[in-house]
């Protein structure tokens, strides 16, 4: 979620179900951050890192399509466990983009992460909040929950947040109104509609997707609806509801477990975050399978909450 405390600072806040020093050693570990800064689909070599007051780290980000993007981060606050203050964006000859500052504090179990990016001018704010959606930037802090989810747990999931300018009441209307998920959900150039079932707790749905070239039909079983958590199976079927794979991805995992959490924010908004994994026995070909679309789910959910952020701004 990316949201605005003052006009030209852009504020991120999430909740990890992680403890405090599970997600300050993911911060702070070269070997730990390489497995999750950036966003989907970009690498890092760190060269030099001092954690502290004074110090640096110097790393370059490696795009998927080869460019190399030098970095340098320059420190200003470390306290551990508590908080950081650095500048982002330098490189050699080339100054900071925005001051960040980060807030660490445990929740119990689980860990409160809130950065705020302070840049020069209002107008510098409002286009670096467009770069980071259009570069996927958000993904980075979805990144870091998979990455603690499967050092806490040792499981595999994937993980999308987005925050949207209406009350939670809307957004959960929007999931469990047939009518409505119906317009929003399927990929662009798809269309989907409801084959029988209803959406409450301990029922089932048959969904038809079809587009101009092909269609498929999958079922989702749900597990609990209500008042901000959706929980709910998802498998692939025939026109029947009898379970069957993936249409194009026959080694993709035959059931799916996937949880919407749903939570009010400042201004009006919701955060709405998607948590998906395989359910049940899989194998290591299903395990791979899912763990390397991710970039391709992440493209997915983004085109359908586009839709969702489309259809909320005409109510």
Not at 8 to 29: C, F, G, H, M, S
Not at 105 to 124: F, H, K, V
Not at 128 to 144: C, I, S
Request: glycine share 8%; charged share 25%; proline share 7%.
């Amino acid at each position: 979620m990316i949201s605005k405390t003052k006009p030209n600072e852009l504020k991120i806040t999430r909740v990890y179900d992680a403890p405090l020093q599970a997600v300050w050693d993911a911060w702070t570990d070269v070997e730990q951050v390489a497995q999750w800064w950036g966003p989907r689909g970009f690498s890092i070599t760190t060269h030099s890192k001092d954690l502290r007051p004074g110090g640096s780290w110097v790393y370059t980000m490696h795009g998927p399509d080869g460019v190399d993007y030098p970095n340098i981060t320059h420190y200003h606050e470390v306290i551990e466990r508590e908080s950081l203050v650095y500048d982002h964006g330098a490189s050699e000859g080339k100054p900071p983009l925005f001051r960040v500052s980060v807030r660490f504090q445990a929740l119990g179990d689980q860990t409160s992460m809130e950065m705020t990016m302070t840049l020069a001018t209002p107008e510098q704010a409002k286009q670096t909040a467009k770069f980071v959606k259009q570069a996927g930037g958000n993904a980075t802090w979805d990144r870091l929950a998979e990455y603690l989810e499967k050092n806490v747990s040792g499981k595999d999931v994937f993980v999308i947040n987005r925050s949207f300018d209406a009350p939670l009441e809307r957004i959960f209307a929007m999931w469990t109104d047939p009518g409505q998920l119906a317009q929003w959900l399927p990929p662009a150039g798809m269309q989907m509609e409801l084959q029988r079932g209803e959406i409450k707790p301990e029922a089932s749905t048959l969904w038809r997707m079809y587009g101009p070239e092909f269609e498929f039909y999958f079922r989702f079983d749900y597990r609990k609806i209500g008042p901000d958590r959706i929980v709910y199976i998802q498998q692939f079927c025939d026109s029947e509801g009898r379970v069957s794979r993936h249409p194009m991805a026959p080694l993709w995992p035959a059931t799916m477990l996937t949880t919407i959490t749903m939570k009010p924010e400042s201004e009006g908004f919701t955060r709405v975050t998607v948590t998906t994994e395989p359910y049940g026995p899989i194998t290591q070909d299903e395990r791979d399978a899912f763990n390397q679309e991710r970039a391709g789910m992440t493209k997915g959910w983004t085109g359908s909450f586009d839709k969702l952020e489309d259809r909320l701004s005409l109510l």
